[in-house]
């Protein structure tokens, strides 16, 4: 008896030492796990800028933060990612991470994709010369504003975009843009086209041919709407007494036409620049210009598409009152 109690004994405690020693190791695994993951490296703030390109590797970008110190466990880095199923989608572009992240934090930056962006506001009525402008004087472009210039009046570029223009200007859509750091002029400028193209709709080119116009004679007419309101309750009125005038065969003597292309930032149009030759001078030619003279926005083009109803053939702004001839 008191043999199989000793030997029971011994069998208890060889196999308690042996438990202890696992559960210890379990939890040492753990322990050590859970700082890989949820303790950043460091607490001091240090944001870097980590950037992925087109066809990284999830190894590649593991190895780019392990040594940027962003995360210290490489390989607990990769087996995460994949149980995530994130290593084949992750967005390219420039990424805001720092050591103070924890592993969990730097992986959820990059399975949600947020790379750093800008948010650029391109008002109505802006034309292509401003928006390069407003383009330069961001972080996104440190070039010549003529870059997005030359892209913007490209013709070969307008028709591969589907814009059945010799440019982009009308196209490129006034609105509130986040771009990413990096982003090429080229780029910004298609986006802005594939904007305008959620925003013109075919029902809008049907209303435009039931009036007798182009989609780009809508546009055209809409930009100097944008340019000559002050106000959205005018933009009706205003459109009203453009097409009436057209409809007559009058100049349209539209004041922001006198001025377009000039590479100047112009706020006040002078009784000489309305006698400037430009093929856009409504004071000059009849009917309208050859383009649009900036982008306008939906307003303007909802405007230009459904005029208000009245027979007024000049506008004289003093709160804006119309008169008819």
């Given at each position: ?12 405690k ?8 696992v ?28 950037q ?9 970008i ?11 466990y490489?390989?607990?880095?990769e ?8 290593t084949?989608?992750v ?17 959820e ?65 006034p609105d ?18 594939l ?47 453009y ?11 539209a ?10 930032w ?9 006698k ?25 083009i909802?405007a ?22």
């Amino acid at each position: 008896m008191t043999k199989h109690w000793n030997t029971l004994q011994q069998w208890i405690k060889k196999h308690l030492w042996v438990t202890f020693i696992v559960a210890t190791a379990v939890l040492t695994t753990a322990i050590h796990f859970y700082v890989a993951l949820f303790v950043p490296p460091t607490l001091e703030k240090a944001w870097k800028e980590v950037q992925v390109t087109e066809g990284m590797s999830f190894k590649a970008i593991a190895a780019t933060l392990q040594k940027e110190g962003i995360i210290r466990y490489r390989g607990y880095f990769e087996i995460i990612g994949r149980l995530q199923g994130i290593t084949r989608k992750v967005r390219t572009g420039y990424y805001g991470l720092g050591s103070h992240m924890s592993m969990w934090e730097v992986l959820e930056a990059l399975r949600k994709g947020k790379i750093i962006e800008y948010e650029v506001v391109i008002p109505e009525g802006y034309n292509l010369y401003q928006i390069g402008w407003t383009l330069t004087g961001t972080p996104l472009i440190s070039s010549d504003p003529d870059d997005f210039i030359n892209i913007a009046t490209d013709k070969k570029l307008a028709r591969s975009l589907g814009v059945n223009a010799d440019g982009l200007e009308g196209y490129l859509f006034p609105d509130t843009y986040y771009l990413p750091k990096g982003i090429t002029v080229l780029d910004i400028a298609k986006r802005m086209v594939l904007r305008y193209k959620d925003v013109f709709t075919d029902d809008m080119r049907k209303r435009a041919r039931e009036l007798g116009f182009t989609e780009h004679q809508i546009i055209t007419l809409a930009s100097i709407v944008e340019k000559e309101a002050k106000v959205d309750s005018e933009r009706k009125l205003i459109a009203a007494v453009y097409y009436n005038r057209l409809k007559k065969g009058m100049k349209l003597q539209a004041d922001p036409t006198a001025v377009y292309g000039l590479k100047a930032w112009i706020t006040k149009v002078s009784a000489e620049d309305l006698k400037r030759k430009t093929p856009y001078n409504t004071y000059l030619h009849k009917g309208l210009p050859p383009g649009p003279i900036a982008n306008p926005g939906r307003g303007a083009i909802l405007a230009t598409l459904y005029p208000e109803n009245v027979d007024y053939l000049l506008g004289r702004r003093q709160s804006l009152f119309f008169e008819g001839l």
